[in-house]
C-alpha cells in the first residue's frame, strides 16, 4: 500500500471504525443514555410539526460555538432518521457500529 492510498479498505476489512466514526458513535450514544438532558421542539408548541423529534439547538453565529462538542452533538443527533432515533438502546449501538465500519467516514 502506497502513502498516497486510502486506508478506509483496511479499517474495512478489520471491521474497525475510523478516528471519525467514533466520534460519530460517542456523540450518538451520549444523546441516546442521557436523553433526558436534551429538550425536543415537540414542547415549543401544540400542533404538529416535521421535525418535532429534533432537539432544540441555540442559534449562532459564532464559528467557535459551533465546533463545540455539545452543539456537533445536537447536530449529529437531528440528522440521523426518525426510525433509527426509535430503536432500543442496545439495538442502535448494534446498528451504528455496524454502519460506521462498513461506510469507514
Known amino acids: 500500500m502506497s502513502q498516497t492510498e486510502s486506508c478506509r479498505v483496511l479499517f474495512n476489512s ?47 453565529e459564532f464559528t467557535y460555538i459551533q465546533q463545540n462538542v455539545s452543539y456537533m452533538i445536537v447536530t449529529i443527533w437531528n440528522k440521523l432518521p426518525i426510525e433509527f432515533k426509535r430503536q432500543a438502546l442496545g439495538k442502535k449501538k448494534m446498528n451504528l457500529r455496524r454502519f460506521l465500519i462498513k461506510n469507514c467516514y
Open 14 to 60: 478489520m471491521n474497525m471504525q475510523t478516528l471519525y466514526g467514533l466520534y460519530f458513535y460517542e456523540c450518538v450514544m451520549f444523546v441516546a443514555e442521557n436523553y433526558s438532558l436534551f429538550r425536543e421542539m415537540e414542547g415549543n408548541h401544540e400542533y404538529d410539526t416535521r421535525n418535532k423529534k429534533c432537539l432544540i439547538q441555540i442559534k449562532t
